[in-house]
């Protein structure tokens, strides 16, 4: 799988990616393959590396191509008729014909045949006619909201193959990194080309972002609902509780030596599957950051990663991993 990355914001040479990328995007793909009922189930991996630069992005690459492949879904069709019964709050998926709606349910009413709904918040309700829904999903009450719609002409451009269909409208949660909000937002900006993506997206170049389907936490954006990255800071402000967006991710990454020593010990991460990016070559937070995630290990036992997942590392890195 080749890459190739622009040096520089739109205007710089075309470098080919080297093993550095490709072997974190591979790491991605075995670990979105990884059951999550299989025994012994890793619950947490540390990688040491000298710089943390592209790993958390890569690895969302990897995980949003093994989503595309298997076509995962968290959405759950419901008929018309179930509209009556559903209850004011729920979040649902309208199909219509130029694209869909994520929209926060309000009522029905069935002599009118109309749907009244919100979304994101906004006061001003939408009524919308459920005989021009083709489809209706129910979505978990995390699935962030928003309008997807395009103009009839441009809409019937679009490739509508199941494949490009799937990459555009997946609600599969893979991953949510944290870390240095700026750091991240920077590498995921990069220009890059690959055969594979340009195939199903149907454009040579787009950004590493688009192209991991990552999006931002606070401000998702994109019509499809994969990967995920926010501040360290963000995490304390979410809403822990069962039906909490960070359980619906099979992985949290905490991207690099702050990140790791802020959250690793969080009691909203027991139970979740946690990979730690460590930085090496910063003896001051990289020894806090190696402390605070060593401390947390006496609930878990340590397992063989490499021979679970089939991964190799690159030269200078290297993985642990444990499993509950």
């Known amino acids: 799988?080749?890459?190739?990355?622009?040096?520089?914001?739109?205007?710089?040479?075309?470098?080919?990616?080297?093993?550095?990328?490709?072997?974190?995007?591979?790491?991605?793909?075995?670990?979105s393959k990884m059951n999550k009922s299989q025994s012994p189930r890793i619950v947490r991996i540390l990688i040491s590396a000298p710089r943390k630069e592209f790993i958390s992005a890569a690895i969302a690459f990897g995980i949003s191509i093994h989503k595309l492949n298997t076509k995962e879904s968290i959405l759950k069709e419901i008929s018309h008729s179930d509209l009556v019964n559903q209850p004011a709050n729920s979040k649902m998926r309208l199909v219509l014909d130029v694209g869909h709606l994520d929209v926060l349910f309000h009522e029905y009413y069935p002599e009118r045949k109309e749907i009244r709904c919100t979304i994101n918040g906004l006061h001003k309700t939408r009524k919308q006619h459920?005989?021009?829904?083709?489809?209706?999903?129910?979505?978990?009450?995390?699935?962030?909201?928003?309008?997807?719609?395009?103009?009839?002409?441009?809409?019937?451009?679009?490739?509508?193959?199941?494949?490009?269909?799937?990459?555009?409208?997946?609600?599969?949660?893979?991953?949510?990194?944290?870390?240095?909000?700026?750091?991240?937002?920077?590498?995921?900006?990069?220009?890059?080309?690959?055969?594979?993506?340009?195939?199903?997206?149907?454009?040579?170049?787009?950004?590493?972002?688009?192209?991991?389907?990552?999006?931002?936490?606070?401000?998702?954006?994109?019509?499809?609902?994969?990967?995920?990255?926010a501040s360290t800071s963000e995490f304390s402000k979410l809403q822990i509780v069962e039906d909490s967006i960070i359980n619906f991710f099979d992985w949290v990454i905490l991207d690099g030596n702050n990140a790791i020593n802020r959250l690793c010990a969080s009691e909203n991460l027991i139970d979740r599957s946690v990979l730690s990016i460590l930085e090496l070559g910063v003896p001051r937070s990289q020894g806090k950051a190696l402390g605070t995630f060593t401390s947390e290990l006496n609930r878990y036992s340590s397992v063989d990663v490499t021979k679970l997942t089939g991964w190799n590392p690159p030269a200078g890195v290297n993985i642990w991993g444990w499993a509950k």
């Open 130 to 229: 459920a005989g021009k829904v083709n489809k209706i999903y129910l979505l978990p009450n995390f699935y962030p909201e928003g309008v997807y719609l395009f103009s009839p002409q441009d809409y019937e451009k679009l490739d509508k193959s199941s494949e490009k269909e799937t990459w555009r409208t997946q609600g599969a949660p893979g991953v949510a990194i944290f870390g240095d909000l700026e750091n991240i937002k920077m590498q995921t900006s990069t220009q890059i080309r690959n055969s594979l993506i340009a195939g199903v997206v149907g454009k040579e170049t787009l950004t590493l972002e688009d192209a991991a389907r990552l999006d931002q936490l606070d401000g998702h954006s994109q019509s499809s609902f994969i990967n995920t990255y």
């Open 1 to 31: 799988m080749q890459f190739e990355f622009q040096e520089s914001s739109g205007e710089g040479n075309w470098a080919t990616a080297g093993s550095w990328f490709t072997s974190f995007a591979a790491l991605g793909i075995l670990l």
